[in-house]
């Protein structure tokens, strides 16, 4: 059978993921398979082993439609009668808690339908097209979909090609992943009787695969409690201390944590703020990275505020209040709300101090952010009934939204995390199963992620750490084998730039349909996305991944031979005698802010104010001599032109800047790299205002996405 949960022991008092309404009895699993013995109850009542089922599932859907929860459970018991799990509990005790696990985290009624059917076609005489006959295809779907992940096998081995079939069934239906991810909750809640190193594999996957998963879709209350589980069996020691921590906590007399919520309930009365303050203690594995970064805890590291309020606006009242009439711990303080995470979380992040010292960690968000913080893509219902429908359709999955079936024939789900779009989209592409389940081990470890803007106000997220590589393939898939560089905030910067969050990206992009990506973007790419692509094209063209020669007509000589150092303009210096010379390194100009220094011979070199020459020479002792531009106009300057390389694209420049009336003193050009051309121009202009102008023709030319002024960093002598 597909469940290898045995027994209802878990490894310690964990913190349950999901806070039960006061007054609810403990569920006893037994009790419920001694009621599923019963067989089915009457026509007009529901059987009184799925009573908690329907409970839960009202508190968040009153109005539900119960009668395919009815004779789901009907067929679910009457065809696992008999089947007994290792522990000796009935077998459709299993069904039963996994279909609780959804109901309590707000799972709409096709979900909990087909949850107490997930087992049946893969242990039962069940069939897919009884299924459909009873329950529509909607339930079929999803019930197919478990059922082959049910057999696929989790051996090391077949971990890569486990991964693609997984990613396949979520993709089309994140429902099926939420059923698993709820099948694995229960088995690992039960796993006491497994052998100890049966219960080491079955954690170890789930660490690697089905916890990242959940992070992934959301779904925190299920995240977390896997998380215990697993530390629990793989950790023990680290354990046992941590469970010693809380325990100790517990048995203190004072609780810093009600006091600070105490406190903030005042506050935010004072305020007038309607808002629901509460204490959410840690889990096991939270207390274990807190006390790993802190060194040792005190009252309020144990737990976090949770603050609930109505609407988005009142959040930010919340967080003005608090910042006003408490201290606030500045660092601690993140908008997920404005840019929420991949994962659909939305949530304000701040924390405020006591005078003791002790800081208090607060979480601001809406109710609606709150189930959805929690339940994640459970929360979302049917991702495929149209507005008018109700969310607990069980039609067929031919409705679909937009009326339509996806142009691949797989199933559109418009509610799909863009992460999990990604994903489906990596596993097509991977060149091997090898590949992508490397680099996708690699993505699942990112525990953060930053979000990035376009400069047409468009957003782009990805995992910390990652390049301006990333980004172009993020923003244009295959088709960023023809970028050529990138500004970051404005400013020029290399592909191998590490970016920041709240960074602006502007991908500069080749006209040339040839583009050919580099072997060194390898070495900088840190998504799935980028990796396999680079990856693939490198394997299809091993011949163009070497590099090439500059094209005979771009690797033209000087003009006029080697860049002369500028004559001096029209400077004026408060030293008789003195020779006047444009400094190399800045090429100041009329109308620049200008500074000199003495330097041998009697010589003043002039620099541009801003020229960090200026202030490695004043550290040095160097005395600054006053200087000033004097009534000539005409003057000395280098530019650089950074362009795409194509034809004639030299002489086209050239022209431009006769065009000007500027004469060229010289002129090199750079051997392309990456199509990016790099041409240097010593010029003699007429009138130094006319400068803008002449950049401005220059950047006119087609190809060229860049003039700058020359600013070396070396110091002038």
């Known amino acids: ?151 696929v096998d989790y051996g090391a081995a077949a971990e890569p090609e486990t991964f693609r079939k ?223 429908e109700s969310v607990d359709s069980v039609d067929s999955a031919e409705e679909q939204a937009d009326g339509s079936r996806a142009a691949d024939g797989e199933r559109a789900d418009p509610t799909r995390p863009g992460w999990l779009s990604r994903l489906l989209d990596w596993q097509e592409a991977a060149p091997d199963p090898d590949t992508f389940w490397s680099t996708l081990r690699e993505d699942l470890a990112q525990d953060r992620e930053i979000t990035v803007f376009r400069p047409d106000g468009g957003t782009l997220g990805l995992p910390a750490g990652a390049s301006c590589v990333d980004a172009a393939y993020a923003q244009y898939g295959e088709d960023a084998h023809a970028c050529i560089g990138v500004r970051v905030n404005g400013r020029l910067a290399r592909l191998s730039t590490v970016l920041s969050d709240g960074d602006t990206v502007q991908l500069l992009m080749g006209q040339d349909p040839a583009s050919e990506p580099s072997r060194e973007w390898l070495e900088h790419a840190h998504t799935p996305v980028a990796r396999i692509a680079i990856t693939r094209w490198l394997a299809a063209h091993p011949a163009s991944a070497a590099p090439s020669e500059a094209p005979a007509e771009t690797r033209r000589p000087a003009a006029d031979g080697p860049a002369a150092r500028p004559a001096a303009a029209d400077v004026v210096v408060d030293r008789p005698g003195a020779t006047v010379r444009l400094a190399g390194c800045c090429t100041p100009v009329p109308p620049d802010a200008i500074t000199g220094f003495s330097v041998r011979g009697g010589v003043v070199t002039v620099h541009r104010v801003e020229c960090a020459a200026v202030e490695r020479m004043k550290s040095v002792g160097r005395a600054e001599v006053e200087v000033h531009w004097g009534d000539s106009s005409e003057c000395r300057v280098t530019l650089f032109a950074e362009s795409f390389g194509r034809p004639h694209l030299l002489a086209d420049l050239t022209e431009a800047i006769a065009l000007e009336g500027v004469a060229i003193v010289s002129a090199t050009v750079e051997p392309p790299s990456q199509q990016r051309v790099r041409h240097t121009y010593t010029l003699q202009l007429p009138d130094a205002a006319h400068l803008p102008a002449l950049m401005r023709a220059m950047r006119n030319v087609p190809g060229v996405f860049d003039v700058s002024r020359a600013h070396h960093q070396s110091a002038a002598s």
Do not use: W
């Open 1 to 151: 059978m597909s469940a290898e949960a045995t027994n209802p022991a878990t490894p310690g008092p964990i913190t349950p993921a999901v806070q039960r309404r006061r007054g609810r009895p403990r569920i006893d699993l037994r009790r419920l398979g001694r009621a599923a013995l019963l067989g089915p109850a009457g026509r007009d009542r529901l059987p009184d082993a799925i009573g908690h089922v329907v409970e839960a599932h009202r508190a968040h859907h009153p109005d539900a439609d119960l009668d395919p929860l009815r004779r789901a459970y009907v067929l679910a018991e009457s065809s696992h009668r008999g089947q007994m799990r290792k522990s000796g509990e009935p077998y459709i005790t299993h069904p039963l808690a996994v279909t609780l696990i959804l109901a309590e985290l707000g799972a709409e009624t096709t979900t909990l339908t087909a949850s107490l059917l997930h087992d049946t076609v893969e242990d039962t005489e069940v069939t897919l097209d009884q299924v459909r006959a009873e329950f529509g295809e909607e339930v079929r779907y999803l019930v197919d979909g478990v059922t082959k992940l049910e057999k």
């Open 166 to 388: 997984m990613l396949v069934a979520t993709g089309s239906d994140v429902r099926v992943m939420s059923i698993k991810l709820a099948d694995r909750l229960h088995n690992m809640r039960t796993l006491g009787v497994m052998r100890p190193e049966k219960q080491e594999r079955i954690a170890k996957v789930t660490s690697d695969v089905l916890i990242p998963l959940a992070e992934r879709l959301g779904v925190q209350a299920l995240k977390t409690e896997l998380e215990d589980l697993v530390f629990a069996i793989l950790r023990p020691e680290e354990y046992a201390h941590t469970r010693e921590l809380i325990v100790k906590n517990s048995s203190r007399t004072d609780d810093p944590l009600a006091e600070i919520a105490e406190e903030v309930r005042g506050v935010l009365r004072e305020a007038g703020l309607q808002a629901e303050v509460l204490i959410r203690p840690r889990h096991f594995v939270s207390v274990h990275r807190v006390s790993r970064k802190r060194g040792e805890l005190r009252g309020a590291d144990f737990g976090r505020l949770l603050v609930l309020v109505n609407e988005d606006a009142d959040c930010y009242g919340v967080l003005g209040e608090l910042h006003t009439c408490l201290t606030p711990v500045v660092s601690e303080f993140k908008d997920f709300i404005a840019v929420p995470k991949f994962n659909l979380y939305q949530s304000l992040h701040t924390a405020v101090a006591r005078p003791d010292g002790q800081v208090a960690e607060v979480l601001i968000r809406t109710h609606q952010m709150h189930k959805v913080a929690e339940a994640g893509v459970i929360a979302l219902g049917n991702p495929y009934a149209s507005p008018t």
